[in-house]
DNA sequence: ATTTGAATTCCACATTTGGGGTATTTTACG
DNA sequence: CGTAAAATACCCCAAATGTGGAATTCAAAT
């Protein structure tokens, strides 16, 4: 039972896919090509061993998915990704590669990729599906791969190393907050309906516990807390 | 040819899978623990239609795997991921709801979720397939969920609508730079080689083309550039 | 060749911050 | 009930910031 990534109702997708594909190893843009021009429903648009021809083409030639590789001669896949999505046109990137580390990874989504699939830990027919999700709308991905993507919406939750903001009062906090939504002083007093003097008080009593001095330290740790 | 979420080789799976069931709509509860029940290798561990009593059950019996629902009687599902998976745990949730919204989503992963499955969009086998992948170390996700979850990388690339950061300058910018690395206005002179006061009508030409007045609003506006 | 924009420098003045105190009232907890 | 921590408030002084104006240099564009 191969489940192929993250795909369902595959099968409700009838018209044809244009499918690009952008890898310097021809080797394997004639054994994928070959292998995907097999499925009926798919149609290879072109393919492409370096970035800047495929910018070009892919520009003028419009396909509905690119498989595109990361580690290419010229430019890399992610430059080619970011260059030809700022251009808002519809066709969607499913990035192959050997790359499985989180540096390529989150490069290549910041780009614009909808999917990530690592080669090697996938057969070609999960490719094949891979490409009919994401004209399906979904985001294919290895299984790793989207552990590792929802991992980084994990907060450091399982016993943080003791953050200095544990030290900080209830108020203290709270006027950090303020603070770092652009109040100065006078307004969070005001806000807080209690004194100037107060709140600047607390500002002291900050500083001291995060071991600054200035407001604008104290906001930058607060903001990457 | 039902491809359920992002999976592979299920089958490698060999144990048997302790899985705790939260949620409160019983009817729900009996018609999904049935079916897993006649799984093999899952072996129903508890099934729990309160926050507080879940709590309290999963940490004394530890399942492998928690099937649980957001929308809980009394404290919310998201709370208890939180509650349970701070104390270090080896316990996966696997979220299970109606909400297909990106806030409660969000939550979820935050909390500490590996995976997020939209009711009715999805099948009880699914469900299945998915808490295999969960033990296989994946992370399952609704199709359209792993869409938006990837979206979330995305940086606001195609065209954006002209940031006021564009009006800056070079230096301008390299000022707030430094600034936003805790520099004060006679740290930025001296690693610039200027004058204060020349840093200093920089900063004000900056605040005009921000529409601030202190150093802090400007910071706040450039690190959320 | 002239204009323009960017970068630079300086002055002056009011306000806000940063840092040092001290002191009273609330709140929380054993 | 007593005590410690938290929250409140005020004073002072030096330093930094916010804001106004003005002037020079330099490179790039018209």
Redesign the pocket.
């Known amino acids: 039972m191969p489940t192929p990534y993250t795909s369902t109702k595959v099968e409700s997708v009838q018209r044809t896919v244009d499918v690009a594909i952008v890898e310097d190893n021809k080797r394997y843009v004639n054994e994928l090509s070959l292998l995907l021009s097999n499925s009926p429903n798919i149609k290879i648009n072109g393919c492409y061993t370096s970035g800047s021809e495929a910018v070009e083409q892919i520009r003028k030639k419009k396909p509905d998915v690119v498989l595109i590789d990361i580690g290419l001669p010229d430019i890399s896949g992610v430059e080619v990704i970011k260059q030809i999505s700022n251009n808002g046109c519809s066709t969607e990137f499913l990035v192959l590669t050997v790359y499985d580390d989180d540096k390529h990874l989150f490069e290549a989504l910041q780009a614009g990729a909808v999917g990530y699939i690592v080669k090697g830990t996938t057969s070609p027919e999960e490719i094949e599906a891979a490409i009919f999700d994401v004209i399906d709308g979904g985001a294919p991905m290895s299984r790793d791969i989207a552990k590792r993507v929802i991992e980084t919406f994990r907060v450091n939750s399982s016993s943080q190393p003791k953050t200095k903001f544990d ?6 906090l ?1 006027i950090l907050e303020y603070i770092s939504h652009g109040y ?3 307004k969070v ?1 005001e806000e ?14 900050i ?2 516990k995060l071991h ?7 906001i930058l740790l607060f903001k990457s807390r």
Chains 1, 2 share one sequence.
């Open positions: 030290d900080l009062t209830k108020r203290e709270q100065n002083t006078r007093a807080l309906y209690i004194s100037y003097e107060t709140v600047r008080t607390h500002l002291k009593n500083y001291q600054v001095h200035t407001l604008v330290e104290a």
